[in-house]
């Protein structure tokens, strides 16, 4: 460039080259201010044009933009246009990058200049997952693709997944669950359905809460920071959320509706408080849930600290009013699996309540039983060692060894105390009660395995017809009385062990003779005959008990939404009024491990006034449990910024039911079946519709660490996502995640895998991205290439609707085999390839989007955004195969395989069946007895 510029100096004379310079340089700078004003003015405003273009519709005015926005070196040469010598004023970098031709280029104009160095210019055509994710989630965003609105002319889908607890980071579990269920929501909206999938955080619980005593970093910033962190983590995964629906469960205007619903439930009799003995975790200091105590040494499911029984007043909702309905599944597409578990959970047996007397005191003592046809069999009553008449009963003479016992039965769980194998002790108390049906006078004694919180904590004892009374009896020489003859003998005698089978009543006074057999309840003749009996003689009733218990709501912590209630020395407990909601957290708050609410030690929240009389009160310092907000959180993304109510009407007669939920199959006995009953008791109350919030339910199954154990962070096997997303891109982790194991079986996670996924996605890249020849391929080729095609379309579609993720993968991969097989014979550019272009990406769409909006909207040129392309349809005919395999059996054996027209008949199997050389020479020149066509399928011969 210094050569350059001493030649021109040489050549010319300095005060003429001056002379020749200033007027230039001056008349230049004016034309500048003048580009610039005129840039100013016109530019702008179609710079602004170009950008809403972008936005609305053509991708690929981006590039336009950038151009647009080039270094100041296009403009310059831009005005030398004007110039008197051109080549004189060209700035010196521009003038380095002019080739150098023997026909000067500066006499082509300027715009086609451009244009021609536009079309010469090589596009980058590398796979860089980061730009194009990051490029196309800012898009979606903007363009706010995934927001959901109510269109009445669309049939609705609501798609739910379980929401996460924000505790700081999401791991490859989070993903598993979600990333299919949002392939799935996106597959739905395809298909022409308008899809609400939103999502949100249950943020609520004891993890915050025991974080802030170890780190002092109060629950409520913590929370909202993590919130923050995970937020941006499920962005990364690119899903379909409508964000615009985020609810989080511990914002005063999401737990204002929490507080509102409790009280509804209050006002209508299914909210209540007692005293309880309850399982208290002495190291988390609050109460659990029976839900919440694991593991045969109950255990608590966060500290894994074993739990003790502790007397608290505590809040309870009436779960068991709706016991008989929620054994019910009419209308819902749920997993057996879960039914069993809620079934066996509830466990309702059918039988008769029964009254027994006490000899002291006269106390009645009402009694459970299965079979009351055995009344007559009742040798012997066993209580709980926790019952309330244990003391009264019992006689000083046995005082010190039932006192004994009792301490010894409390030392242990009540899964140990109620185990089959367990041996069977007891002591007896001095006590009797009277048998109703025939006035024995029976002893009293108390066992562990007898349990208060099962029944009534009494039962009678019929050691000839129930094993454990049986090894009881025989361990303590009680009396055994048969009061069932087993069929076939004229004779009750007393066995090694007890009967339970059928036969018909003995030693049971008028009873003598009714048959027994093994059904339950009225469907056996012998139980429907006492129960009429009992009522008859006033001495008894039908009855149905459960084992399912009330669901206790009380947590003796902070983080967690506040009862509201209110306590009044005078008008006791009543609701905090309705004006008053929320009842909000006060944040200066410490937390002190004593077993009590630090709301309680708080000096001034408990302190209020009476709804009632406005004299002074307290309120409720307990908050609810967690699960309280979980039970109604679908309700709540109906319209998360709604203040009239805890949704919108309209939302709602829209919206509900949910249509599809998936999660773990972990909280079939605690979250789902609490949302079954809280919706339930809110249709009686007028505020929900239907009979069940979600009419399908599917399951995942969990991702193991690579050493088959479950993932934690104390064994060091969590695998986190978004060093993978750093690494291969978004699409390949969801890619894998959805390839590698049986969505509802889960798997180990193998990191090596992954590799797999992301060959395929480049594979796909490459595939799309590579120029097309000539069209050369036979008819023959497009015909196979199409059948794969609609093939592949058909499993993929039946896959989807299935939930069979991994497998929509692998077709995936062994359809872009077959694609590179048709390119390699010429397709590549034929009609054939151009609709398999197209059917491969929007099958590849809900599965990696990033990646198919990519090839789809910048290399196919298709209208934007392939994730509002309709659904392919199959061509059943051009899936059809013209040729079908089918295996030949000889007596049972597969012999051959033989090929034949798709649409043979069944003497043109046989014929070519017989023509085979392989089947002749098993044959052995013998003549088939029978020939068996499974058409399409299978071919048997019997020799």
């Known amino acids: 460039m210094v050569t350059t510029k001493n030649k021109k100096e040489e050549t010319k004379k300095k005060p003429a080259a001056k002379k020749a310079v200033k007027p230039t340089a001056k008349k230049t700078t004016v034309k500048k201010k003048v580009v610039k004003a005129t840039v100013k003015k016109t530019v702008k405003p179609v710079a602004k044009k170009a950008v809403k273009k972008v936005v609305a519709k053509k991708p690929t005015a981006k590039a336009t933009v950038k151009k647009a926005s080039q270094p100041k070196v296009k403009k310059e040469a831009v005005k030398s246009k004007a110039t008197a010598s051109p080549k004189a004023i060209i700035p010196a970098p521009q003038a380095a990058i002019t080739p150098v031709t023997e026909k000067p280029k500066a006499i082509v104009p300027v715009e086609k200049k451009k244009k021609a160095i536009e079309e010469n210019k090589v596009k980058d055509l590398s796979y860089n997952p980061g730009s194009i994710e990051k490029k196309w989630q800012s898009k979606w965003d903007a363009d706010q693709l ?24 999401l791991h490859i579990g989070h993903w598993y669950a979600m990333t299919p269920s949002d392939a799935r929501a996106r597959y739905m909206r395809m298909k022409g359905f308008n899809v609400l999938f939103p999502m949100g955080f249950d943020a609520f619980g004891l993890p915050a809460e025991n974080a802030a005593i170890k780190s002092g970093i109060h629950p409520m910033v913590r929370t909202r920071d993590n919130i923050v962190r995970m937020r941006g983590q499920l962005r990364s995964m690119g899903a379909m959320f409508d964000w615009e629906r985020e609810m989080v469960s511990c914002e005063p205007e999401y737990y204002k509706w929490t507080e509102w619903f409790f009280i509804q439930l209050y006002k209508h009799g299914l909210a209540y408080r007692k005293m309880s003995p309850v399982d208290f975790c002495p190291n988390c200091n609050t109460t659990l849930a029976r839900e919440q105590v694991w593991g045969d040494d109950r255990h608590c499911e966060r500290c894994e600290t074993p739990v003790i029984k502790k007397d608290l007043e505590q809040w309870f909702f009436k779960t068991t009013q709706y016991a008989d309905e929620l054994l019910r599944f009419d209308g819902i597409d749920w997993p057996q699996t879960v039914k069993t578990l809620q079934t066996n959970w509830i466990d309702r047996s059918e039988g008769a309540s029964v009254i027994f007397k006490t000899e002291i005191g006269n106390h009645d003592v009402e009694i459970f039983t299965t079979r009351p046809d055995t009344l007559w069999g009742a040798t012997f009553m066993v209580f709980s060692p926790e019952h309330p008449l244990v003391d009264e009963i019992t006689t000083a003479e046995n005082k010190a060894a039932v006192n004994e016992y009792k301490v010894q039965a409390a030392r242990q769980s009540d899964i140990q105390r109620g185990a089959l194998d367990k041996e069977k002790t007891g002591v007896f108390t001095g006590g009797y009660a009277i048998n109703p049906v025939n006035g024995a006078r029976i002893p009293i004694w108390i066992a562990d395995y007898v349990l208060m919180s099962y029944g009534t904590g009494a039962i009678m004892a019929v050691p000839a017809h129930d094993e454990r009374d049986f090894a009881f009896a025989k ?22 062990v007890a009967f339970i089978g059928a036969g018909v009543m003995v030693n049971s006074g008028i009873l003598d003779g009714t048959p027994v057999n093994t059904e339950k309840g009225r469907k056996n003749p012998s139980i429907a005959k006492v129960i009429d009996w009992l009522q008859e003689k006033g001495v008894g009733k039908e009855s149905v008990n459960y084992r399912y218990r009330d669901w206790l709501i009380s947590r003796q912590r902070y983080w967690g939404s506040p009862i509201p209630m209110v306590n009044c020395p005078t008008h006791g407990w009543n609701p905090v009024p309705d004006d008053q909601l929320p009842v909000t957290l006060p944040e200066d708050v410490e937390w002190k491990p ?15 006034t009476c709804p009632v009389c406005n004299g002074p009160a307290e309120r409720e310092t307990d908050t609810m449990d967690t699960f309280m907000c979980s039970s109604w959180y679908h309700l709540r993304y109906l319209s998360p910024k709604f203040d009239q109510g805890p949704f919108s009407e309209e939302e709602y007669n829209y919206w509900m039911p949910v249509d599809t939920y998936t999660g773990g199959i972990e909280h079939a006995t605690m979250h789902l079946l609490y949302t079954r009953f809280f919706h339930k008791a809110l249709r009686d109350m007028g505020i929900t519709e239907g009979h069940e919030p979600m009419t399908q339910l599917r399951n995942q199954g969990m991702v193991l660490g690579e050493d088959n154990e479950k993932m934690s962070k104390s064994r060091g096997n969590v695998i986190a996502p978004d060093v993978l997303v750093d690494k291969y891109g978004a699409d390949t982790v969801r890619a894998y995640i959805m390839f590698f194991a049986r969505w509802e079986m889960g798997a180990p996670w193998d990191s090596k895998g992954i590799e797999g996924a992301a060959r395929w996605i480049r594979r796909v890249w490459t595939l799309f991205t590579d120029q097309t020849g000539p069209v050369t391929a036979s008819d023959e ?4 290439l199409r059948r794969k095609v609609h093939q592949t379309l058909k499993r993929v579609t039946r896959d989807f609707e299935n939930f069979d993720f991994n497998t929509i993968v692998s077709s995936l991969m062994e359809l872009l085999n077959e694609m590179y097989k048709a390119r390699e014979a010429g397709a590549a550019g034929s009609d054939e390839w ?3 272009q197209e059917i491969y990406l929007k099958l590849m769409a809900p599965v990696t989007p990033h990646v198919a909006e990519e090839l789809w909207t910048e290399h196919l040129g298709k209208p934007y955004s392939i994730h509002q392309q309709e659904w392919p349809r199959v061509d059943e005919a051009a899936a059809k195969e ?7 059996q000889i007596n049972g ?8 027209d798709a649409d043979a008949s069944e003497e043109d199997i046989k014929a070519a069946v017989l023509a085979s050389e392989t089947v002749q020479k098993q044959l052995e020149g013998k003549e088939p007895k029978k020939v068996i066509v499974v058409k399409g399928k299978l071919v048997s011969l019997v020799v």
């Open 834 to 836: 151009k609709e398999a």
């Open 146 to 169: 995934y927001r959901s609105k109510i269109d009445h002319s669309k049939k609705k889908f609501y798609a739910l997944t379980m929401l996460p607890y924000p505790s700081g980071d």
């Open 882 to 888: 013209d040729v079908v395999e089918i295996p030949v």
């Open 475 to 496: 361990k303590y020489d009680l009396p055994i009385i048969p009061v069932i003859l087993p069929e076939g003998q004229n004779e009750a005698v007393v066995g090694d």
């Open 781 to 784: 080729t497009k015909k196979n």
């Open 893 to 900: 054996k597969v012999r051959d395989r033989i090929k034949v």
């Open 594 to 608: 004593t077993g009590e609410s630090p709301l309680k030690l708080h000096p001034t929240w408990k302190h209020t």
